[in-house]
């Protein structure tokens, strides 16, 4: 399980004219799922981002999680962190989930983290979706597990 976090002053999704999710201060998590997650991977994952210390204290040092600053989630699936870009000029898919599998583990996500108490919103899973961003940095980091 694959999450590219971006702190943000703000960002939203808008899918076919509508916003469906809006942060102000907080992460961008682009959520992408292999082949072979579950829960657990979930859950550790979670933790990790939720728990990632790149908001910076009173001495400008990255010391503060996402809960420390009072920051919000916004998960938006991004089935292309999957993609084996290996060979070729051609991206391969084969080590993503697949889409019904990684719908259940993008929900089972959220709701984890709705439930630790950040705020949490949402793209649409599998939706061509349009994610507007104000990196703050720009801090952007890729978390695996």
Known sequence: MIALIQRVSEASVTVEGEVTGAIG?????????????????????????????I????????????GQVGGSLLVVSQFTLAADTGKGMRPSFSGGAHPSDAERLYDYFVAR?????????????????????????????????
Do not use: C, I
């Open 113 to 145: 983290a709705r439930e630790s108490g950040v705020p949490t919103e949402t793209g649409r899973f599998a939706a061509d979706m349009k994610v507007r961003l104000l990196n703050d940095g720009p801090v952007t980091f890729w978390l695996q597990v």
């Open 55 to 66: 908001f910076s204290d009173a001495e400008g040092k990255m010391n503060l999680n996402v």
């Open 25 to 53: 201060q907080g992460l961008l998590v682009l959520l992408g799922v292999e082949q072979g997650d579950d829960d657990a991977k979930a859950d550790k994952l979670l933790h990790k981002v939720s728990g990632y210390r």
